[in-house]
């Protein structure tokens, strides 16, 4: 099974890794056959498209590339992904008592969102600028901070739902792993280094003396 391009290795989100050379996928070998199958399969998700319809997809796509960062290639498939929990039902196993089931709160929110930027722009959510995008999710998460409704709904809520499953998809993909220096399943290899700054053969130092949380925040890193 080929587990990236031919000549490249150690692929992050928009080649903005911190940990220079790591590749979570030199691993792979190690793995058991059920767990490398699992994990090498986010590799090529397909283009999803089980669950959403191609006006869903036309809103969701931006949406979930804004919430994570996402403005270049390669980018982490977090859409297919989200698609394909969607359509066999994975869930995370409880949803909120005002809002209905995730599938069809994704459906009602997605909606809601292009209604939003129909009343605003004149457009929907996909006809319009990264720069209208990012202001209409502020309000959202600006709404959900303070309590306040959200087109009828609980803005907390929504932001919830959105960024569980925008966060979950990204960080099950092993480019956000390279991303972070995490070297994978466990099993059966096991870690024999452990403790601050302690490293097994495999892992790779972080090569950026920054707080990634500062960075985030100043706006000097992503």
């Known amino acids: ?13 928009q080649g903005r890794g911190r940990f220079r050379g790591f590749d979570v996928l030199s691993q792979a070998q190690v793995w058991d056959d059920v767990t490398a ?13 089980r669950f959403f319809t191609d006006a869903e997809r036309a809103v969701a796509a931006p949406l979930l590339d804004l919430l994570l960062g996402q403005d270049g290639e390669p980018r982490v498939p977090v859409l297919p ?11 995370d196993g409880w949803h909120y008592d005002d809002m209905p089931v995730d599938g069809q709160a994704w459906r009602e ?28 999710l502020q ?41 972070i220096g995490f ?7 096991g870690y024999l280094h452990l403790g601050v ?3 097994d053969r495999w892992e790779v130092a972080d090569s950026d003396p920054r707080d990634p949380v500062v960075g985030t925040r100043n706006g000097s890193d992503r």
């Open 139 to 179: 309000e959202v998460q600006e709404r959900a901070g303070s309590g306040t409704p959200w087109h009828g709904w609980s803005a907390s809520h929504v932001w919830s739902l959105w960024t569980r499953y925008a966060c979950t998809a990204f960080y099950s993909h092993p480019w956000a792993w390279n991303e």
């Open 81 to 91: 992904l989200v698609d394909t929990r969607l359509a066999i039902g994975e869930t």
């Open 197 to 199: 700054d302690a490293r």
């Open 1 to 13: 099974m080929t587990h990236r391009p031919p000549g490249t290795r150690g692929i992050t989100p």
């Open 37 to 49: 199958g699992v994990v090498l399969a986010r590799l090529t998700p397909g283009d999803g498209g």
């Open 183 to 189: 070297p994978g399943p466990a099993y059966p290899r």
């Open 109 to 136: 929110t997605l909606a809601a969102l292009d209604d939003a930027a129909m009343a605003l722009h004149g457009v929907g959510f996909a006809a319009i600028g990264d720069a209208e995008r990012t202001g209409l």
